[in-house]
Nanobody, 124 residues
Framework: HVQLVESGGGSVQAGGSLRLSCAAPGYRYDTYCMGWFRQAPGKAREGIAVIDSDGDTAYAESMKDRFTISKDNAKNILYLQMNNLRPEDTALYRC??????????????????WGSGTQVTVSS
């Protein structure tokens, strides 16, 4: 069972930036497919970005120009750099992991391991 712990959320003004981190001590990130998802109150959970064990990435079309996913395999940390944040980005952000390969890697149901999330609040 992989335990994932997110950090880096907070409150920012529109146009600001945040970098989220997701750590899983003791587990090798180079063997997992990983992703970032978010869920706002009253809305469905949506995929943001994913990264395979070999470093291949994919993004939701609406966020690919502002968000960047990356990982440090040596430190076992997953990142999500978020720039030019908007009020509509306000949500609980969660990282997820599962063994590669995944058939539909942008879909939440493909992931077995989840962090509890970090809140991002963007004010106008």
């Amino acid at each position: 069972h992989v335990q994932l712990v997110e950090s880096g959320g907070g409150s920012v003004q529109a146009g600001g930036s945040l970098r989220l981190s997701c750590a899983a001590p003791g587990y090798r990130y180079d063997t997992y497919c990983m992703g970032w998802f978010r869920q706002a109150p009253g809305k469905a959970r949506e995929g943001i970005a994913v990264i395979d064990s070999d470093g291949d990435t994919a993004y939701a079309e609406s966020m690919k120009d502002r968000f960047t996913i990356s990982k440090d395999n040596a430190k076992n940390i997953l990142y999500l750099q978020m720039n030019n944040l908007r009020p509509e980005d306000t949500a609980l952000y969660r990282c997820a992991a599962n063994y590669c390969p995944l058939v539909a890697r942008m879909m939440a149901y493909e992931y077995n391991f989840w962090g509890s999330g970090t809140q991002v609040t963007v004010s106008s």
